[in-house]
């Protein structure tokens, strides 16, 4: 579910590089690799976006996970997930990578991030698991203006001793702070090398329409790629095309095309590439609950003939019906979870003293409630639950707490 599809890879390797490593690209084909969560097109273009977002907590509800199926065979098969945890102050800390494999969840790679005063990132840092420990593989430092937009990027790598220098990247701002170019050059072992550049143009609304790309052959700069975007009247990203450059023009290499519900939710992604004419590549369907989170993702491929299931991605979030309420003293624990028959509420060392338990739907409908005595464990029968993501509330006068889970099918 994570592996990009061929074509792209190979063309994120070369013009998309200095993007991809320091977030620049409206994409969705990183977005759906969880770099960004919500992945919202829009995020990554507006001038105070362009630094990578911090912040998964949407208006409501902060994403706890996402759980990736492959289609194989005919039938979905659990393939990997990430986990999702945060500071004190609902900042993203670290993302748990994990491959589902003989029925065991196994680590895969994380990615760890601190914050300066202001909420900005201060770096990224990726590490893979092998086996027993979790092993340093690539940093990213970030830098920033008095505005706190990203102006430049340290890329290094380890090499089991030390950090090594990999690549650096330079920002230019306009007056408005919207970004202008970008500038990268990688290390040789001795010094930096000169190695691509970036331009930027923007409409009326400062919505991003080209991004365009040169790179260094050692002598001169030449035109490597071109990403056009386009949007609707509600400045919703509609077009991601990308062109590559053969010498004398410009050709068309892929694009996709999306659509967005009344609450501009991104719904629906169909993904095309250039064969002298535009084939179909992917589709992707999305829904999303009554807060807007989105919840689903199907993806399909092309077969030449039929849409067929490639991947489906579900995400699960802590709702938080009234985050003004002040929570529970001591954390509430779940298990287990998922569950089938019945879930075990373990209420720590909170004393109960007039407690309620309500479960909704990812609707925000009601549909159980029960009275709470002063009991540390408290048990929820499931035998009439269908098989889905619920969200569990425990009230106490002022207090609130709301945790999420699953009924496993």
Not at 46 to 68: F, I, M, V
Not at 198 to 212: E, F, G, H, S, V
Not at 346 to 362: H, M, S, T
Request: proline share 2%; with cysteine.
């Amino acid at each position: 579910m994570k592996h990009l599809k061929l074509y792209t890879t190979l063309f994120l390797a070369g013009f998309l590089f200095p993007a991809l490593s320091f977030a620049q690209i409206a994409n969705d084909y990183l977005l759906q690799n969880a770099e960004h969560f919500p992945p919202n097109l829009i995020e990554l273009l507006t001038s105070e976006d362009n630094r990578p977002s911090p912040n998964l907590r949407g208006l409501n509800d902060l994403l706890l996970a996402e759980r990736g199926d492959d289609w194989v065979d005919n039938a979905w098969v659990i393939a990997d997930s990430s986990e999702y945890y945060y500071n004190s102050n609902d900042l993203l800390t670290e993302k748990v990578d994990k491959i589902f494999d003989n029925n065991v969840w196994v680590n895969d790679d994380r990615r760890t991030q601190d914050y300066d005063v202001n909420d900005n990132i201060l770096f990224f840092n990726y590490q893979d698991w092998d086996g027993s420990n979790w092993i340093n593989d690539r940093i990213t430092n970030f830098g920033y203006n008095a505005t706190n937009s990203v102006v430049s990027a340290l890329a290094e790598t380890w090499d089991g001793s030390n950090w090594v220098n990999d690549r650096r990247t330079s920002y230019v701002r306009d007056a408005n702070d919207l970004l202008e170019s970008a500038f990268t050059e990688t290390w040789d072992g001795s010094n930096w090398m000169d190695n691509s550049r970036l331009t930027y143009q923007y409409d009326a609304n400062d919505n991003l329409i080209l991004q365009q790309s040169e790179a260094w052959d050692g002598m001169n700069w030449n035109n490597s790629g071109q990403l056009i975007f386009e949007y609707d009247a509600n400045n919703n990203n509609t077009l991601f095309l990308l062109k590559n450059w053969n010498g004398t023009a410009w050709t068309n290499f892929l694009q996709s095309m999306y659509e967005y519900d009344a609450n501009n939710n991104l719904i629906q992604i169909l993904d095309q590439i250039s064969f002298g004419s535009w084939e179909n590549s992917g589709y992707s369907t999305i829904s999303y609950d009554g807060n807007n989170n989105r919840i689903q993702r199907l993806s399909q491929t092309w077969d030449g003939t039929n849409w067929v299931n490639s991947s489906h991605t579900v995400f699960y979030y802590q709702i938080v019906s009234n985050a003004s309420q002040p929570e529970l003293e001591y954390p509430v624990q779940l298990f287990p979870n998922p569950a089938n028959q019945q879930l075990t509420i373990d209420l720590g060392d909170n004393e109960i003293l007039n407690g309620q338990l309500n479960v909704y739907n990812l609707q925000g409908q009601l549909i159980h409630t029960k009275t709470l005595g002063n009991n540390r464990l408290v048990s929820l029968e499931l035998t009439s639950f269908s098989a889905g993501t619920y969200c569990l509330q425990i009230l106490d006068g002022e207090r609130q707490i709301t945790q999420t889970f699953i009924v496993a099918p």
